[in-house]
T-cell receptor, first 111, second 118 residues
Framework: RKEVEQDPGPFNVPEGATVAFNCTYS??????FFWYRQDCRKEPKLLMS???SGNEDGRFTAQLNRASQYISLLIRDSKLSDSATYLC????????????FGSGTQLTVLP | NAGVTQTPKFRILKIGQSMTLQCTQD?????MYWYRQDPGMGLKLIYY???????DKGEVPNGYNVSRSTTEDFPLRLELAAPSQTSVYFC?????????????????FGPGTRLTVT
């Protein structure tokens, strides 16, 4: 079983749509959770951290369910510029702060 | 700040050749990492370092070596290139900062090196 599992997609949605991505992780010792965004042939960049109480950043909302070991990302009012691959990332507490990446979910927002 | 820089951007190697991928960061970060990303896959950790003079293996270290003589530089060495090492290599660095949930670590990535071994 993969440590971090995501639906690979692709998700093709029209502009203005709401889209949700899900992710599960297997290591119950995971302490920190993130969504990274990766544009085609570019490096990953942090989109947002995910907190236990859930958090929002503009059109983006992230949720964490520790009991189910489940993370989600909701994008409202999708823009063409949201087209990218979204990586679910977890970290087990430790001195090296290593990250474990999911394979990513590809999103294409259509005009 | 330039952030994390990597050279070269692209490289084609023949089987059995050696090369060093360079990584430099100017943010005075203690932690540095090397990842590889195969097509359609997530990033896999090759090696990491928690400070100058300290390195350790990640998930997929075979066929690679690293050194960390300074805080800024973290080169990755391929000694005998194999086709299985064809991939995109990303270097990253991080340091702690205070966030809403306490101390957080955001990894900053370089632009990557695309390596093909034929």
């Amino acid at each position: 079983r993969k440590e971090v599992e995501q639906d690979p997609g692709p998700f093709n949605v029209p502009e203005g749509a709401t889209v949700a991505f899900n992710c599960t992780y297997s290591n119950s010792a995971s302490q920190s959770f993130f969504w990274y965004r990766q544009d085609c042939r570019k490096e990953p960049k942090l989109l947002m951290s995910v907190y236990s109480s859930g958090n929002e950043d503009g059109r983006f909302t992230a949720q964490l369910n520790r009991a189910s070991q489940y993370i989600s990302l909701l994008i409202r009012d999708s823009k063409l510029s949201d087209s990218a691959t979204y990586l679910c990332v977890v970290s087990v507490s430790g001195s090296a702060r290593q990250l474990t990446f999911g394979s990513g979910t590809q999103l294409t927002v259509l005009p | 700040n330039a952030g994390v820089t990597q050279t070269p951007k692209f490289r084609i190697l023949k089987i059995g050749q050696s090369m060093t991928l360079q990584c430099t960061q100017d943010m005075n970060h203690n932690y540095m990492y090397w990842y590889r990303q195969d097509p359609g896959m997530g990033l896999k950790l090759i090696y990491y370092s928690v400070g100058a003079g300290i390195t350790d293996k990640g998930e997929v270290p075979n066929g690679y070596n690293v050194s960390r003589s300074t805080t800024e530089d973290f080169p990755l060495r391929l000694e005998l290139a194999a086709p299985s090492q064809t991939s995109v290599y990303f270097c990253a660095s991080t340091s702690p900062h205070l966030g809403p949930a306490g101390v957080e670590y955001e990894q900053y990535f370089g632009p990557g090196t695309r390596l093909t071994v034929t």
